[in-house]
């Protein structure tokens, strides 16, 4: 889940830090998350922690020991939150079939006028997971396809009691869902919301489900639809709500006893959860509510994710593995591959649940998430049997704070204790065919993960990325993936480009010398940018029409005060009809825009816009559109009765804006029947 990346794991633009939908997440990107109990914990079990390794794990780094981690946390977050205006943080590092440690910053309850604040104990405050809740649905999944009870390759509609949408005629499988290619388009409405909300999450799925816009099983785009499908899928062939699914299965099972997906929290959880701050000068925020509980409702506290680590590196923790051997494997290794991603099977690729992560030549497994309020992320090293997790639950003064706080503690852990092998080499390509590469590359590019079946398709405008070319045979990509600033990046591999100076991998798909996609982030990628979309043309169209149509506007009273002061006749009555409609359009279409921007800005910041609302900018939009006609029989008729050069070139740019706003309510389906967002 992330700022528009709520409850995701990569944000809805192309840069994982970007516009808050609420905390896409996940939006985000983000708007990318059970014995008997429904979630009310048993008792305890007792902690783990790690006696001191006396060296590291690689012969390289500091050994990873509680000591030494401890003293590395504690050099780097309270000064960190601190100055990023974040209340607090949980940390826990596995390693070896242990807990190294768990550690607390800053307050989980930042304290009023009658309460003192109340420091983070990560062995009992629960923070909310967001997106890394997914893992735990992914899990679940894994768990009945271990049973036989399920098939990865099935045709989910197997498995249903309705329909889902479909442009394609190849199935949606359980393998599409678990990697974000079954080819859904987002949904922003119902994804988070605050306690009082009912959440039903069959009824969530089957009201207005998105779109399929791209084929299963080629374009990697982040769906917190499709995790929720999987998880209604768990809840169907299990007979079990799902809640009490995972309760039972994954989260008991591996000795989570203070953990739950239940909303609200259940009566003894309650007063363990830590309040979430947009700032922690800012009052605390209330208790979030996921619309649909399998993509984002975990609550944890940091001890129990810790066990849920251990127990995804096979580690002996609570009463029973969650998954054998082979099964947790299979979750683990990339789940599709050239057949039908292409080239894009090259660059980083989701398995079963997780992103890959890599860095520094090891293996590594993560999910990132976020709410409104709390941000989280959690990665494994399944062949150095080791894990951190870190969760924020603020956003901080900064808009990329919680973001850059998240990734230097996670990349700082992996350069600290796993550091690189020395003499590590990659092979190139030959300067002919990168340079041809390079040059198909260059162009405009938006994000997978994004709206196209109605008015948001607007918000496409904003993020998009620029790929041009440096050096001859380099990529400059503005911005870089994941982040707010420029990245250049060289062909190491045919179709594969890593990041100069750094570690990130892009891979590009082509076909007939034409990019189809860039992959990213193993959820996510770049798609070219439609001509007739590109910000060159849309932009000016828009910005000149409602220039011209605000000029005119203000022209109407400007022209009346004139004449009255000056004496002038007043405007002949020829015409009238054709003047007042064009009038009208013209009043529509700046109604209009000006009720997408207020709308669109509501619905980022998850707030609801009611239906009637939104048809009603519609019909605004269609007097503006349905305008061009009088505003075309008025220009033809100020010719034909020489009124003058002024006149017919006022009425000529009210025409020509309004048949440009018309174009772009039509081009970005201003007007599209379908308003589910």
């Known amino acids: 889940m992330r700022p528009l990346s709520v409850l995701s794991a990569r944000p809805l633009r192309a840069a994982r830090p970007t516009v808050r939908i609420a905390a896409a997440v996940a939006t985000t990107v983000v708007i990318t998350l059970t014995a008997a109990g429904c979630g009310t914990p048993s008792r305890p079990a007792p902690p783990i922690h790690a006696p001191a390794a006396p060296v590291a794990a690689n012969g390289a780094g500091p050994a990873l020991t509680d000591t030494d981690v401890d003293a590395w946390l504690d050099g780097l977050l309270p000064a960190a939150l601190d100055r990023t205006d974040i209340a607090g943080a949980t940390v826990a590092?596995?390693?070896?079939?242990?807990?190294?440690?768990?550690?607390?910053?800053?307050?989980?309850?930042?304290?009023?006028?009658?309460?003192?604040?109340?420091?983070?104990?990560?062995?009992?405050?629960?923070?909310?997971?967001?997106?890394?809740?997914?893992?735990?649905?992914?899990?679940?999944?894994?768990?009945?396809?271990?049973?036989?009870?399920?098939?990865?390759?099935?045709?989910v509609k197997t498995y249903l009691d309705f329909d889902l949408p479909r442009r394609y005629e190849r199935a949606v499988t359980l393998r599409h869902l678990l990697t974000h290619t079954a080819g859904f388009e987002e949904r922003i409405a119902g994804l988070i919301g605050t306690e009082g909300g009912d959440v039903d999450l069959r009824r969530a799925l089957m009201t207005d489900p998105p779109e399929q816009i791209y084929e299963?099983?080629?374009?990697?785009?982040?769906?917190?639809?499709?995790?929720?499908?999987?998880?209604?899928?768990?809840?169907?062939?299990?007979?079990?709500?799902?809640?009490?699914?995972?309760?039972?299965?994954?989260?008991?099972?591996?000795?989570?006893?203070?953990?739950?997906?239940?909303?609200?929290?259940?009566?003894?959880?309650?007063?363990?959860?830590?309040?979430?701050?947009?700032?922690?000068?800012?009052?605390?925020?209330?208790?979030?509510?996921?619309?649909?509980?399998?993509?984002?409702?975990?609550?944890?506290?940091?001890?129990?994710?810790?066990?849920?680590?251990?127990?995804?590196?096979?580690?002996?923790?609570?009463?029973?593995?969650?998954?054998?051997?082979?099964?947790?494997?299979?979750?683990?290794?990339?789940?599709?591959?050239?057949?039908?991603?292409?080239?894009l099977a090259d660059g980083p690729r989701m398995t079963l649940g997780f992103?890959?992560?890599?860095?520094?030549?090891?293996?590594?497994?993560?999910?990132?998430?976020?709410?409104?309020?709390?941000?989280?992320h959690l990665q494994i090293y399944p062949d150095d049997r080791a894990g951190i997790f870190l969760s924020l639950n603020s956003n901080g003064s900064g808009a990329l704070d919680s973001h850059e706080l998240r990734e230097s503690i996670v990349n700082g852990f992996a350069d600290r204790y796993f550091p690189a092998p020395d003499g590590a080499s990659t092979a190139g390509v030959d300067p002919a065919t990168t340079a041809r590469h390079a040059a198909l590359a260059a162009g405009t590019y938006e994000s997978s993960r994004a709206v196209r079946s109605n008015f948001l398709t607007a918000i496409g405008l904003v993020g998009r990325t620029t790929v041009s070319v440096a050096d001859n045979d380099r990529l400059l990509v503005q911005p870089g993936p994941l982040s707010d600033a420029p990245a250049l990046y060289e062909e190491v591999a045919p179709w594969v480009w890593r990041e100069v100076g750094g570690q990130r991998t892009i891979a590009i798909r082509a076909t007939d010398?034409?990019?189809?996609?860039?992959?990213?982030?193993?959820?996510?990628?770049?798609?070219?940018?439609?001509?007739?979309r590109a910000s060159t043309v849309a932009i000016p169209v828009l910005v000149l029409s409602t220039v011209v149509l605000l000029l005119a506007v203000l022209s109407w009273p400007v022209g009346a005060i004139v004449r009255r002061r000056l004496g002038g006749a007043p405007r002949e009555r020829a015409g009238r009809t054709a003047r007042i409609l064009s009038r009208l359009a013209v009043a529509g279409t700046l109604l209009a825009f000006a009720g997408w921007v207020l709308s669109i800005g509501s619905i980022m910041s998850l707030q609801d816009v009611p239906a009637a609302a939104l048809r009603t900018i519609q019909v605004l939009q269609l007097v503006g559109l349905l305008g061009v006609l009088p505003a075309t029989v008025r220009l033809v008729d100020d010719i034909r009765r020489h009124v003058g050069w002024r006149r017919i070139a006022g009425s000529g740019l009210v025409l020509l804006a309004l048949a440009g706003a018309g174009w772009f309510a039509v081009e970005f389906h201003l007007l599209a029947p379908n308003i589910s967002y």
């Open 93 to 155: 590092v596995v390693k070896d079939g242990k807990i190294v440690t768990t550690r607390g910053y800053g307050y989980a309850d930042t304290g009023d006028g009658d309460s003192g604040a109340v420091p983070v104990d990560p062995d009992r405050h629960l923070f909310r997971m967001g997106s890394v809740s997914k893992l735990v649905t992914a899990t679940a999944v894994l768990q009945l396809v271990q049973s036989g009870k399920l098939d990865l390759d099935a045709d």
């Open 216 to 343: 299963p099983g080629t374009v990697p785009a982040y769906s917190n639809y499709s995790n929720a499908l999987a998880g209604y899928i768990v809840q169907r062939v299990s007979g079990t709500r799902f809640e009490e699914y995972v309760q039972r299965n994954v989260l008991d099972r591996a000795g989570m006893p203070s953990s739950t997906f239940e909303q609200p929290l259940p009566a003894a959880l309650r007063d363990r959860m830590s309040n979430g701050y947009d700032t922690s000068t800012g009052p605390a925020a209330p208790f979030e509510i996921v619309g649909t509980p399998p993509p984002g409702a975990l609550s944890a506290p940091a001890t129990d994710m810790a066990r849920f680590m251990l127990a995804q590196l096979g580690e002996q923790v609570g009463f029973a593995p969650l998954l054998d051997r082979p099964t947790r494997e299979l979750m683990q290794r990339p789940a599709l591959d050239a057949t039908s991603l292409g080239t």
């Open 355 to 376: 992103f890959a992560e890599d860095r520094n030549g090891h293996r590594i497994l993560g999910h990132g998430g976020d709410t409104k309020y709390f941000h989280s």
């Open 513 to 532: 010398d034409r990019i189809e996609a860039i992959s990213f982030d193993s959820a996510f990628a770049l798609l070219p940018v439609e001509p007739a």
